[in-house]
C-alpha cells in the first residue's frame, strides 16, 4: 500500500484526498497477546484455551480459532489441567484462584499497562483510599481491576454518574482509569471529581495507554478537515468505539466504525472529498488494507500518511510462555 507523510493543507491529488493515520492498529500489549496465543498453539499444540477473547477483534479470533484457539466465557469449561491464555484485558485474583483449583496451567496474556493499573488499585486499597474507577461497566479490563480490591472501588463511568458519589471531606479518595477510554472524556470526569472531592488524589502517572492517546492525537489531526472518517475495529473494542467519537468531536462531518471493507456502504461516499482512515489497537494492518484498496478503486488517490507519534514499545512474552520455550530450546 503506497503512502508518505502528508502535511494537512496540501494540495489534494485531483479534488480527493485519502488520508491515514499514524500510528494505529496494533499496540505493544496486543502484539504480546497474540504471539503469546499463537506460541503457545506450537509449543502445546492444539487445544490451547483462552479465557475471553484475547483481543477484542473478531478476525484476529477467527484466525487463531482456526488454528486451534478455543475461546471460553469462563474457566468451568477448560476441561482440567488444560491450558488456558487469561486475555490481555487482565483477570481478577479470583479468576486466577479459580484456574489454580481446577489444574489449569495458565499464561497470563494481560497488558503490562492493565497489570500497572492492578498494582495503583492494589497499593491504593492498602493504603487506606477509596477508589473511582473510570470505566466501562462489563468491560473486561475493568472487571479485573475491580476484582483486586472489590470493597474499595467504586465505577464512574461518566459526568453525571459523580454527582451520585458522596463521600465526607475526610475520606481518602484517589482514581484510576480503564486504559482504553476518551482521553478527553475521562479528563472530564476527573475534573469533575476533583471539583466535588478537591482531596482526590491522581495515579503516579495516566492510566490510558500511550497507545490509546497517540490514536486518538491522529485522528484529531486528520478528523477536523475530513468529510468522512473511517474506523476498522470490532464493536466491542472501547479503543476503537472511542476513536469515533473523537473524530465527530474533532469536527469531522461523518465518522463510521467497520470491522473489515465489507461492512462500508457506498453512500458514505457521496459528495465525499477527504475521506481518513484509522484502526483501533487490536485490528490487523491488512483490514486497513483493504478499506483502503477498497476507496482507491472508487477513485480515491493513494493514501498518505499523517504522523503525529513514533511508537517503538515492545513487551517480553509472558514469563511462564518464556520458560517453557527454553525449555523446549526455542527462542523467547
Known amino acids: 500500500m503506497a503512502s508518505d507523510t502528508v502535511t494537512l493543507g496540501m494540495p489534494s491529488v485531483g479534488d480527493r484526498d485519502l488520508l491515514l493515520a499514524a500510528p494505529r492498529g496494533y499496540c505493544a500489549g496486543v502484539d504480546r497477546a497474540v504471539i503469546t496465543v499463537e506460541k503457545a498453539l506450537d509449543l502445546y499444540g492444539a487445544p490451547v484455551y483462552v479465557r475471553k477473547q484475547i483481543v477484542h477483534n473478531k478476525h484476529v479470533v477467527q484466525t487463531l480459532e482456526a488454528r486451534g484457539a478455543v475461546f471460553v466465557e469462563e474457566l468451568d469449561e477448560v476441561p482440567t489441567g488444560q491450558t488456558v491464555v487469561f486475555s490481555a484485558h487482565g483477570v481478577s485474583p479470583a479468576v486466577q484462584a479459580d484456574a489454580a483449583e481446577r489444574g489449569l496451567k495458565t499464561i497470563d496474556a494481560t497488558c503490562p499497562l492493565v497489570t500497572k493499573v492492578h498494582h495503583e488499585a492494589k497499593r ?68 469533575r471529581l476533583r471539583e466535588k472531592f478537591p482531596q482526590l488524589e491522581d495515579p503516579p502517572s495516566d492510566d490510558i495507554c500511550y497507545a490509546t492517546q497517540n490514536r486518538q492525537l491522529a485522528v484529531k489531526e486528520i478528523a477536523a478537515g475530513a468529510d468522512l472518517m473511517i474506523v476498522v475495529g470490532s464493536a466491542n473494542s472501547s479503543n476503537s468505539v472511542r476513536l469515533v467519537e473523537v473524530a465527530l468531536e474533532a469536527g469531522a462531518k461523518a465518522s463510521y466504525r467497520v470491522d473489515d471493507v465489507t461492512e462500508i456502504r457506498e453512500e458514505w461516499l457521496e459528495g465525499v472529498e477527504r475521506v481518513g482512515v484509522t484502526s483501533g489497537a487490536s485490528v490487523p494492518e491488512e483490514l486497513v488494507e483493504g478499506v483502503t484498496s477498497f476507496l482507491n478503486e472508487r477513485g480515491f488517490p493513494a493514501a498518505r500518511a499523517v504522523h503525529t507519534a513514533e511508537e517503538s514499545l515492545i513487551f517480553a512474552l509472558p514469563p511462564e510462555l518464556r520458560r517453557d520455550l527454553r525449555a523446549a530450546g526455542q527462542p523467547a
Open 124 to 191: 491504593f486499597a492498602r493504603e487506606g483510599y477509596h477508589i473511582l474507577l473510570i470505566g466501562h461497566a462489563g468491560h473486561e479490563e475493568v472487571e479485573g481491576t475491580s476484582g483486586e480490591a472489590p470493597d474499595s472501588i467504586t465505577l464512574v463511568e461518566t459526568v453525571d454518574d459523580v454527582d451520585a458519589i458522596e463521600f465526607g471531606p475526610d475520606a481518602r479518595l484517589s482514581w484510576l482509569s480503564q486504559t482504553t477510554l476518551s482521553v478527553d472524556e475521562t479528563l472530564a470526569i476527573v475534573d
